[in-house]
């Protein structure tokens, strides 16, 4: 099938950063051509679909999150990171069964289509199955990842390790090449070195990925100095964890030396701006990481330390916050902060295929209409107003692969209605 949506100011995020006020040539799921105005010639069977002036671009990429915690969106708030985990999520992430984490997963896969994210990390520890089969039924493009808390005995640590490479070795691929995966150590402090570098075996002999929460807390890095003589990065340096294609989430507090690591390793981070202040855990050092040459991208965290799943807010905050805490105003520019968000996410979740608009790349995008909104007027300031006035609300349409998810806000793929009461239903079963 070949469609060219026309007569749109299409944001590229290519190398080059360009925008054109012109077309979008989809052939199948992949983008054939892009440019100004109109193609030279345009053949009999190609459909064309005016956009009315809409703007285009890339579909947002989250590349940190839980979907099976968000019916705990507000259960616990204003606690920090340790006893927000012992005394609340912990406890209450053990009532929860299929049904609860199916509710869950479907109500975070429907609010990140509605805000205009096409492809998401999530990573969980219960019924992945089921996860990757809503993946594969709302046409959301993901990266799925099982959690591993290594705090158990050798024989519970290995009988998780099966599992987790079992499904990443069975989905990988999976949904006409949408769902992905990797091998997620929860963290340094709940995975002894021994088991760490039992997965890092793993994920050699399956080439697969690892992603992991790092350096999230003050407290964390201090414990783990005490415990081990060494700092956090240093000690997964020195396990072997970077000589796989690695994804930290957080990075909260590195100093300047773990920082070249990273850089030197090629490993990215998934800055989580709101949940880190939510948890009052802290700012990452991201214009030092940028500086020094690490890949940066963006993620929500889950919905119970957010409290949404709305890139949008999550690339704003990341540009302002930096603003504030360095007193430059010139740090973490709003193009930087928007390939946070696109290009600079797929590369973190190590595909190539997605995250800019540009000719051979896979279809995945969305639209935003500013005519209907006067917080993105005057409308020749695109970027800025991406940025810093925009929100996942203003997302009107949603393409993963060429195919629609969503159109003027309808999702087409998931039952929104159905979704919701599930989501209110289970809750209120698990809390009985």
């Not at 006020?21 to 069977?45: A, M, R, S, V, W």
């Not at 995975?191 to 999230?216: D, G, Q």
């Not at 890139?311 to 540009?319: G, K, N, Y």
């Not at 105003?329 to 996410?345: D, K, P």
Request: hydrophobic residues 40%; contains cysteine.
């Amino acid at each position: 099938m070949s469609v060219i949506y026309y007569n749109g100011v299409i944001v590229t995020m290519n190398s080059n950063l360009d925008v054109y006020n012109g077309f979008l040539h989809i052939e199948g799921d992949k983008i054939k051509q892009i440019g100004e105005g109109l193609p030279d010639t345009i053949d009999k069977d190609t459909t064309l679909v005016d956009l009315n002036g809409k703007w285009v671009l890339p579909g947002l990429i989250n590349t940190h999150g839980h979907t099976g915690m968000s019916l705990l969106r507000g259960y616990s708030d204003d606690l920090p990171l340790e006893s927000w985990l012992k005394e609340k999520m912990w406890p209450m992430e053990a009532k929860l069964d299929k049904e609860s984490v199916k509710a869950a997963s479907s109500l975070a896969i429907l609010e990140m289509m509605k805000t205009g994210t096409t492809t998401f990390l999530d990573m969980y520890h219960i019924f992945l199955d089921e996860i990757a089969n809503l993946v594969d039924e709302s046409g959301l493009r993901a990266v799925i990842t099982r959690g591993m808390i290594g705090l158990c005995s050798e024989v519970e640590q290995l009988a998780k390790l099966d599992e987790a490479v079992s499904f990443a070795t069975n989905w990988r691929g999976q949904a006409d090449g949408r769902i992905q995966t990797m091998l997620s150590p929860h963290a340094p402090y709940t995975c002894p070195p021994s088991f760490i570098e039992m997965i890092v075996e793993k994920a050699k002999e399956n080439e697969l990925p690892i992603h992991i929460h790092l350096s999230e807390t003050k407290k964390e890095v201090e414990d783990h100095i005490a415990q081990y003589g060494i700092r956090p990065v240093e000690h997964l340096l020195s396990l072997g964890v970077f000589s796989m294609p690695t994804l930290i989430a957080h990075g909260v507090h590195v100093n300047d030396e773990e920082i070249d690591i990273l850089a030197s390793n090629n490993v990215a981070v998934s800055h989580n701006p709101m949940s880190n202040l939510k948890l009052g855990s802290g700012i990452a050092p991201i214009p030092k990481m940028i500086k020094q040459g690490v890949l940066v991208a963006l993620g929500t965290d889950s919905v119970a330390s957010n409290n949404n799943l709305d890139v949008f807010q999550e690339l704003r905050m990341a540009a302002l916050i930096h603003k504030g805490n360095t007193y430059n105003s010139t740090v973490i520019t709003a193009t930087e902060a928007l390939q946070f968000a696109t290009v600079n996410g797929a590369k973190a979740l190590q595909n190539n295929n997605i995250g800019s608009l540009t000719e051979g790349n896979e279809a995945d995008f969305i639209t935003i209409d500013p005519s209907k909104h006067p917080h993105l007027q005057p409308k020749e300031h695109i970027i800025s107003h991406i940025v810093y006035s925009a929100s996942g609300a203003d997302v009107c349409d949603v393409y993963v692969k060429g195919k629609q998810l969503m159109k003027d806000r309808n999702c087409l793929t998931v039952d929104e209605e159905r979704i919701i009461f599930e989501a209110n239903k289970q809750y209120n079963r698990i809390q009985a």
